[in-house]
């Protein structure tokens, strides 16, 4: 007996919801599919936003044989079967292959040939962007597309959709809740709905909490989700909001992220964003970071919570961070100078500064270059008096 997502789900390109970003009369893609001349594609994002029923939408306007694949599963001979009943055919097959960022690479190198020839169509789909795991020969054959969270508004259609072809009652609580706790996966609106109907023709509230009583939300399941919410809470720290950074924090921690993966962000953004502003953020992070390493979950809970506040309230600069880059930068397009005799190993003219008074002018450098910019934030100022201290009397 099909469920009620299934009987809900699209088959023409105008009834499909949400993905207007990629997905709209005047989107490149849309005008791609209406043409029929389907290039090969990789979608990624959220469970229930469409990827799926876009693959299956292509194949029935193009009018193609469609074939589905799990890459947890998937054997090469399996593949192999496919693309020969094919050879010398007029048709190309639609292959859509779920979960494709788990294709290995020999899997990879089979599919090579047939994109490379275009004797069949490839659609790949996964909850985690599959760029890092496709090689470049992919990529460069395909196009990638993120599927995002269906928006308020377009679960409120799916929704409109679904109780036209159920006869039942729901209250505009029971409503709320289907939408909210949903978060923008319309599979997970119709599952709930679906079942919640099976057991009353009159859905309250309750029905709905006893069927499913959290937030499908996000946690940390996939990888967008597990960086996306690591990105809020970095972007909430460096805008010194300390309660947006703590949510966000307390979000990956109920999400069941590890110390590991917090700890290595907090430490990297004590130096990027705060760097010798106050040089203890460095410190405080880095001692977190041992410290959870020790103790593990719930108690850590207090230790990150106290290196977060503590760096969402510091003085910031990425001074440093912007240094080091031009560096790199400019030796990547080739400014390698000579080291200056003085300073080589072993030279007979290398001035010790602390013979000096702990300064001394020499060269150290072939060009007069300024990579350094202090923008003079907390202890950068008392860095750079200290500098201007120590070459004073040699002004």
Known sequence: MSNLATLLRPTRLENFVGQSHIIAP????????????????????????????????????????????NATTIKVEELRTVFKRYTNSLIKPLIFIDEVHRLSKNQQEVLLPIMENYEAIIIGASTENPFFTLTNAIRSRSFTYEFKALTHEELSEVLAQALKMISVKISSEAKEYLLNSSSGDARALLNLLDFASKVSNDITLDILLELRSKSV???????DSHYNLASAMIK??????????????????????????????????????????????????????????????????ILLGQCVIYLASCPKSNASYLAINQVLDEIKKGKILEIPNPIKDSASNYKYPHDFGGYVEQEYLKENISYYKSKGIGFEKTLNEWLDKIKTPLK
């Open 26 to 69: 005047n989107k490149a893609l849309y005008q791609l599919i209406q043409k029929k001349e389907i290039p090969h594609l990789f979608f990624y994002g959220k469970p229930g936003t469409g990827k799926t029923t876009l693959a299956k939408i292509i194949a029935k306007t193009i009018g193609t044989d469609y074939y589905y694949f």
């Open 217 to 223: 939300g996000d946690g940390v399941s996939s990888s």
């Open 236 to 301: 909430s720290l460096r805008g010194s909001d300390v309660d947006a950074a703590l949510y966000y924090l307390g979000r990956l921690i109920d999400g069941g992220e590890s110390v590991e993966f917090i700890t290595r962000r907090l430490v990297i953004f004590a130096s990027e964003d705060i760097g010798n502003a106050n040089p203890n953020a460095l410190n405080l992070a880095v001692s977190t970071m041992l410290a959870t390493s020790k103790i593990g979950y719930p108690e850590s809970r």
